[in-house]
């Protein structure tokens, strides 16, 4: 069985645009930033054997706010640059009931069917209550990068950090 980190994007992976304490995608890729430690952390867990899978629910496609060719060059940019094995994204919005979209887990589910993962002993890092839920519901440990945001919180977690840095410290020293 494999191993796995599954990775909220937006707030995880690249900076989520914040307006009124809720957080957004960027509009498009010339306003996409990857936040400051993320090469480093995704290099070394990748290194320590996990696959590096993105999770991204994107409901702004069905609403009609943003193209999906815009989701897509962003996430093929951060494919280019960064140790990422596989995206993930749901493109629908909360009244489709789809599967896909966290907080349910069927891209996690997916996902470990199809590579052979261990959810019991993979990670699901988001910086949302969506993320967290859809890890404990695949089965999986959690660890909320937690912004503050003026939302909904998480109810309980495995581990919380302030950046993916911190959070593969604490998912490599889980290992030892």
């Known amino acids: 069985m494999r191993l796995a980190v599954f990775l909220d994007r937006d ?13 957004y995608p960027p509009a498009n890729l010339a306003a996409m930033e990857i936040l400051p430690g993320v090469p480093d952390a995704l290099a070394a867990l990748h290194d320590a054997g996990f696959m590096l899978i993105v999770v991204t629910n994107q409901p702004d496609v069905a609403r009609g706010t943003t193209p999906m060719a815009v989701v897509k060059e962003i996430n093929n940019h951060l494919a280019a640059c960064l140790p990422i094995d596989e995206f993930r994204t749901c493109y629908h919005d909360n009244g489709d009931a789809c599967d896909c979209r966290k907080p349910l887990p069927g891209a996690l589910l997916s996902a470990a069917r199809q ?3 261990d959810l019991g002993q993979s990670y699901m890092v988001g910086d949302r209550w969506r993320d967290i839920e859809a890890g404990q519901r695949a089965g999986c440990k959690t660890l909320f990068i937690d912004y503050g945001y003026a939302e909904k ?12 840095a911190e959070a593969a410290h604490i998912i490599l020293g889980e290992m030892k």
Do not use: M, T, Y
């Open 115 to 117: 590579h052979g993962i």
């Open 153 to 164: 919180q998480p109810e309980s977690v495995n581990f919380r950090a302030q950046s993916l």
């Open 11 to 23: 707030g995880v992976i690249n900076r989520a645009v914040v307006r009124d304490g809720k957080p």
